[in-house]
């Protein structure tokens, strides 16, 4: 009798919705576990894929199906919780197992790198630590430093290291090192500099915690080893990361892992810094900046627990961790926890789920709580914990609506705000001034027959940056000189509204005697500028912060005593039901920039419309109340989260084809009780980058709008028209119109 072969499914990063099965290589006999890697055959090529499962048999006949060629790895590389939590993700998501797995995984593990492959290291020998370098680098000047940074770096210098420090063209001159035996080569199984060491020698005081502090780091901490889901929800300044620190220093103790997330532009230096200063054990880091080296490593020294904190951002909610003990998520409410394009997730909800399946406590914190949270706290599903005040003493910043429509204008500033800048500078205080709009000016504009430069593959207006004397595209990154006349009508063309660099120089005209510092995407493109100008911000060097978001997000400015928000109305008009939610914790994130430390601090609002409900509420009562008020705006509307969303998209440079792959779509669909499908419609831009983009949204409950994408998704990419558009599936997306 023949025994049936066991038939391995395999998840390979494709656009294909499935697992692909295979037959075990012939010379393994052992098992091979779900979670570990294997080179298989695919098409004419090979390719490395993740075992999902396991099977007796397949839908393809025995001999149709190909052997796996190679077994990569001894034990799972993706352990069974994080393959509990994967499976989970793409099925909640809709999205194709492929993707999803190589989500969890650095591109050098996806590559087939083994897990602790060898790498080249250098360091310096004791003749090169002899050498005078000053002396060398009169002759030499490239090996001097070279060998300067071997001798700034003892542990050894790896080529991640050395590149960044020497650019291109350094293995030449390294190589010059080693042959005069001032330096070697050495291989490595990890290179010490990604596991961050604690820096406890400058350690800070722990401070006496406030009530509310103990009450949350003891609710959290008697939650013990099960799952619980918290939301701290503390005001700007209210010491959660005290809380954080406290609450990880006893999981450290009970000899577990801490798993940290931050938003992508919250995971500062001064976060980090934080960190070692207080947690004496190592620490890894996984961001976005990071080379594929650094990454492996860090993802590494947390899979086998010398890293006792892992601080990340979005895709470390992924990361390994030998002994899970909590997890946390700072600031919650951030838009950056959600991933846009490619596997489409949350990774704050993916952090609460995987939480629960490792039976941990999760904490959820921040200032500005998102509806979603309120809600679940409002369903009993995570308990609510208030830091009603600030630590230390300080003290709320008071927040004051300026009229524009009644105030004398000075280049984008009204006279109350001018004249409060005066008299906070007077008495030493810092100001911060926010403005979400980088460039010179938003619209470069005809005031004859208001004609206004557009993007000629995107349904958006140009952008002037004035100093480059350039038009660009903030959507797709077109640039042109702008137009001396205009084409329409030859009126001459003006700048109208107000950007980052305008306010800028308004400021240098009414300020001239203090030094200001901008602060955006433009001004912080050079590695090492944001730094800088951080750094001669604390010391007082420049008194004056002009910036977008950039400038808003966990950066801790403690001299501001003032903070002016140039104009408030960008966020009132969105058509997203989101908008409103938006703007109202941007203006409490903002101002909570002002006054934390000893001085009180004051908050001014630019807008044209002073009688708009939302500001008000949250100006007289808090965001407390304005998020009782959305919630029921919300509620009645149907809304999430009182509802759940999908929203199907397509594009294409043919206008016509979106829409009619979304009809065929809809016909699918079918009448479904309890669904409702919009659409499709045009998307809020409806061309992009040369591409026409529409959407369907379908709203339901959360169980049966689950139940009907997992059968109808699977079908999508049959229809006739899905190869001949780009289209992607967003379950619970952020930006809907
Ligand atoms: P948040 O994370 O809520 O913005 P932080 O934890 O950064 O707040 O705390 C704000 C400031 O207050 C920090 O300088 C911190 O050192 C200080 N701080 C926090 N908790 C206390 C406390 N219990 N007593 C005194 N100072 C504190
Ligand atoms: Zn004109
Ligand atoms: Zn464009």
């Not at 490595?188 to 350690?203: F, K, M, W, Y």
Request: net charge neutral; with cysteine; proline share 7%.
């Amino acid at each position: 009798m023949n025994t049936p072969q066991r038939i391995i499914r395999v998840a390979i990063k494709t656009p294909l919705n499935n697992l692909f099965d295979y037959l075990p290589p012939a010379s393994v006999s052992g098992a091979i576990n779900p979670g570990v890697r294997v080179l298989v055959p695919f098409g004419r090529a090979q390719t490395v894929g993740i075992v999902v499962e396991t099977a007796d048999s397949s839908a393809i006949p025995t001999d149709r199906l190909r052997r796996i060629v190679d077994v990569l790895d001894t034990s799972p590389v993706l352990d069974k919780d994080l393959m509990t939590l994967l499976a989970w993700a793409a099925g909640y998501y809709q999205q194709t197992p492929g993707e999803v797995y190589a989500a969890a995984l650095p591109r050098l593990l996806r590559d087939g790198r083994q897990i602790d492959a060898l790498q080249d290291v250098w360091s310096s020998t004791p003749s090169g630590r002899d050498i005078e370098i000053e002396k060398l680098r009169r002759r030499a000047p490239r090996q001097a430093s070279a060998l300067s940074l071997l001798l700034a770096h003892p542990d050894g210098a790896d080529v991640d290291l050395i590149e960044r420090a020497m650019g291109d063209g350094w293995r030449p001159i390294v190589r010059t090192l080693v042959d005069k035996e001032w330096a070697v080569c050495e291989q490595r199984r990890s290179v010490p500099e990604t596991i961050l060491g604690s820096n406890i020698d400058s350690a800070e005081e722990t401070p006496q915690l406030t009530d509310d502090q103990e009450n949350a780091v003891v609710a959290v901490d008697q939650s013990g080893h099960q799952f619980a889901a918290f939301l701290l929800h503390g005001v700007t300044g209210s010491g959660k990361t005290e809380v954080y620190l406290q609450l990880i220093e006893k999981t450290l103790q009970k000899q577990q892992q801490a798993l940290v997330l931050a938003p992508e532009i919250g995971l500062t230096p001064q976060l980090v810094d934080r960190f070692r200063r207080r947690l004496d054990v190592p620490l890894a880091v996984l961001h976005s900046g990071l080379t594929d080296s650094e990454r492996l490593n860090a993802w590494r020294t947390a899979r086998c627990g010398s890293a006792r904190v892992v601080v990340g951002t979005r895709s470390a909610v992924f990361a390994p961790l030998e002994s899970p003990g909590i997890v946390i998520v700072d600031e919650e409410h951030d838009t950056s926890y959600k991933q846009q394009e490619g596997f489409r997730y949350s990774a704050r909800d993916l952090a609460v789920m995987r939480a629960r399946q490792q039976g941990i406590p999760v904490v959820l914190g921040s200032a500005t709580p998102s509806l979603e949270s309120l809600h679940n706290v409002n369903q009993g599903r995570y308990t609510q914990l208030d830091l009603r005040t600030r630590a230390g003493g300080a003290s709320m910043p008071s927040m004051r609506l300026l009229d524009m429509r009644r105030e004398p204008i000075d280049g984008g500033l009204s006279g109350s705000l001018i004249g409060a800048m005066r008299q906070h500078l007077q008495q030493s205080g810092q100001v911060l001034l926010f403005l979400n709009r980088r460039g010179f000016a938003p619209v470069w504009f005809c005031p004859d027959c208001t004609w206004a430069a557009a993007c000629a593959r995107c349904d958006a207006r140009m952008t002037l940056h004035q100093s480059a004397h350039q038009l660009r595209c903030h959507h797709c990154g077109a640039t042109r000189s702008p137009e001396p006349t205009c084409p329409e009508c030859d009126g001459a063309p003006q700048p109208v509204g107000m950007g980052t660099q305008r306010i800028e120089e308004t400021i240098d005209r009414l300020f001239p005697d203090h030094a200001l510092a901008r602060i955006d995407r433009d001004s912080t493109r050079r590695r090492g500028s944001m730094e800088h100008m951080l750094e001669e911000i604390r010391h007082g060097d420049r008194r004056i912060l002009i910036g977008t978001q950039m400038l808003t997000k966990g950066h801790h400015f403690p001299a501001v005593t003032l903070v002016g928000v140039i104009d408030a109305d960008q966020g009132l008009f969105g058509t997203d039901p989101r908008s409103s939610e938006r703007l109202a914790q941007l203006l409490v994130q903002v101002a909570g920039r002002a006054g934390r430390a000893k001085h009180p601090g004051e908050v001014l609002i630019q807008t044209q419309c002073p009688e708009h409900p939302l500001l008000n509420t949250l100006i007289h009562h808090g965001y407390r109340d304005f998020a009782k008020a959305a919630l029921r705006e919300r509620e009645a509307a149907g809304w999430p989260p009182y509802t759940a969303l999908a929203l199907l998209r397509a594009d294409s440079e043919k206008e016509s084809l979106p829409p009619r792959f979304l009809n065929e779509a809809r016909h699918l669909a079918g009448n479904i009780a309890g669904i409702t499908i919009l659409g499709p419609a045009a998307a809020p831009m409806p061309r992009r980058a040369g591409r026409f983009r529409a959407q369907l949204l379908i709203q339901g409950d959360r169980g049966p709008l689950q139940s009907f994408l997992s059968r109808w998704t699977p079908q999508l990419s049959g229809l006739n028209h899905a190869r001949r558009v780009r289209w992607s599936l967003d379950v619970d997306p952020l930006e809907l119109f």
